[in-house]
């Protein structure tokens, strides 16, 4: 069980917006940026949102990403079905002293 | 352009040792922080190791503190990862990764396709 929490699955229709939330502590969500990643199935992962809620150069505007308290949300607008991949919320542990991943978001778009 | 180019991966019998490499080029190596990253196979992404840009800082996953040694060279531009005591749990792709300039436990924004190691008898 990993120490960020995130839903295992989400699911909608072309065209709509889902959100992915990633819930974690003090130690880590609280206290440092958090950061999202993109995998494609058979793909290494991709970085869609650092620092919280900045997109690197390439990432569409239709991804966002926020962060409240010990909490981060993942956005994404007028879903596609290239958007069908596992999400990945990320970010460092100040009391472990390491890099945290949530557990995964699976995102289907119906 | 950046590149992250991960070798070394095979198949090994537990209790054998194996070490992967990450040749980086496109960028100043020697600025980065790097960072390993595994994936076993139909599980989600867990950290395994990181090391600071000078190497004067490393920070490991428990499930590999003694057995796993993340090590860089900055005049060959390559990360390392010495795999010790491999397990059946070892089994995974393992990703290098760029982390911050100067820093590391910021994000990852560049990975390498990833180097698939077996541990089976």
């Known amino acids: 069980q990993s120490v960020l929490t995130q839903p295992p699955s989400v699911s909608a229709a072309p065209g709509q917006k889902v959100t992915i939330s990633c819930s974690g502590s003090?130690?880590?969500?609280?206290?440092?940026?958090v950061s999202w990643y993109q995998q494609l199935p058979g793909t290494a992962p991709k970085l869609l949102i650092y620092?919280?809620?900045k997109r690197p150069s390439g990432i569409p505007d239709r991804f966002s990403g926020s962060k409240s308290g010990t909490s981060a949300t993942l956005g994404i607008t007028g879903l596609q079905t290239g958007d069908e991949a596992d999400y990945y919320c990320?970010?460092?542990?100040?009391?472990?002293?390491?890099?945290?991943f949530g557990g995964g978001t699976k995102l289907t778009v119906l | 352009q950046v590149q992250l180019v991960e070798s070394g991966g095979n198949v090994v019998q537990p209790g054998r040792s194996l070490r992967l490499s990450c040749a980086a080029s496109?960028?100043?190596?020697?600025?980065?922080?790097m960072q390993w990253v595994r994936q076993a196979p139909g599980k989600g992404l867990e950290w395994v190791a990181v090391?600071?840009?000078?190497?004067?800082?490393?920070?490991?996953v428990d499930s590999v503190k003694g057995r796993f040694t993340i090590s860089r060279d900055n005049s060959k531009n390559t990360l390392y990862l010495q795999m010790n005591s491999l397990r059946a749990e070892d089994t995974a792709m393992y990703y290098c990764?760029?982390?911050?300039?100067f820093g590391y436990g910021y994000y990852f924004d560049y990975w390498g396709q990833g180097a698939l190691v077996t541990v089976s008898s």
């Open positions: 990320g970010t460092w542990d100040r009391s472990l002293r390491g890099w945290l």
């Open positions: 003090s130690s880590n969500i609280g206290n440092n940026y």
């Open positions: 620092e919280n809620n």
């Open positions: 496109g960028f100043t190596f020697s600025n980065y922080g």
């Open positions: 090391i600071s840009y000078d190497g004067s800082d490393k920070y490991y």
């Open positions: 990764a760029r982390d911050h300039a």
